[in-house]
């Protein structure tokens, strides 16, 4: 089978609120599944805020300084704000292999690939999902969330990684319901970045990423 299109490459400025995000995101997977538009890889910045997933334990909710908002994808809690690049991946599985489980893998691979460029040797957890690395004190920490949602094989949600953001702002919650483990960014860990940066890191490692999901045979 020939190579798929890339997808759509759209990066959002300023910060884009959460609750059309999640409309919009609706409204284009709905569009990808019916034919009448084209996968999409949407890069934005959030407001602070928390979004709670499925399986969002409320006492895990330590201090709600931010607005909440039910995100619908899977996982728990989790933090957006400035100096984080969020990733909202909308891809037609029925072309790239139906498999959920592979595509979650994947989307981990693709961060730390970026991260790569960076000097970051980030990696996945066995049993947590995420992208983990080693902070300047030499702990486990983790310095990007996937929580995903596939609808109608469209997949929603994404990735969100910590480039400068203020890492108190993740301790009005357990992220991701993990207690244990610190969160790290790329600023903490030294490695100076702008968003444009990222960018370009993700756009450069995007193909390897789309080449592993495969089109469907």
Known sequence: MDALP????????????????????????????????????????????????????????????????????????????????????????????RDVRAYVSELEGWVIDALALFGVAARRADGRIGIWTDDENGREAKIGAIGVRVKRWVTMHGFSLNVTPNLAHFGGIVPCGIAEFPVTSLAALGKPATFADVDTALARTLPAFLDKLGPTD
Do not use: N
């Open 6 to 97: 890339l997808p759509e490459w759209t990066i959002a400025s300023g910060l884009t609120d959460y609750a059309a995000a999640l409309a919009d995101m609706e409204a284009r997977a709905a569009a990808i599944h019916a034919g009448e538009a084209r996968e999409r890889i949407w890069l934005l910045e959030h407001p602070p805020l928390y979004t709670a997933g499925t399986s969002a334990d409320p006492a895990e909710l330590l201090d709600p300084r931010f607005p909440v908002y039910d995100a619908g994808r899977g996982g728990r809690y989790t933090y957006h704000g400035p100096g984080q690049r969020v990733g909202y991946v909308q891809l037609d599985l029925t072309k790239r292999g």
